[in-house]
């Protein structure tokens, strides 16, 4: 069983940042991919940075080059890193790994964190 936990969310003007962070415990082999998903009220969650095992990173247009995702194996957390925030950023962000929980997985698992709140003031 693999746990994620999350936090940095907070309260933040527009035009500030936000660095928010999710480690994971338990069994895990190999990680796959990490992901941030977010969100807002009376809307569907959506995608909003990835990076891979291989270190390639994809992001939604609508945070390009204002959100950087990374990761630090050793640590076996992701962080995702906000700048110039917007109102529209406001939502509840959750983080999401895709692991092999053992040597002898033959699929991946899908873990989310419990979320974190983001929200973003004008």
């Known amino acids: 069983q693999v746990q994620l936990v999350e936090s940095g969310g907070g309260l933040v003007q527009a035009g500030g940042s936000l660095t928010l962070s999710c480690a994971a415990s338990g069994s895990i082999f190999r990680v796959n991919a990490m992901g941030w998903y977010r969100q807002a009220p009376a809307k569907q969650r959506e995608l909003v940075a990835t990076?891979?095992?291989?270190?390639?990173?994809n992001y939604a247009d609508s945070v390009k080059g204002r959100f950087t995702v990374s990761r630090d194996n050793a640590k076996n957390t992701v962080s995702l890193q906000m700048n110039s925030l917007k109102p529209e950023d406001t939502a509840v962000y959750y983080c999401?790994?895709?692991?092999?929980?053992?040597?002898?997985?033959?699929?991946?698992?899908?873990?989310w964190g419990q979320g974190t709140q983001v929200t973003v003031s004008s």
């Open positions: 999401n790994w895709r692991v092999l929980t053992t040597s002898q997985a033959p699929y991946e698992s899908v873990y």
């Open positions: 990076i891979s095992r291989s270190g390639i990173r």
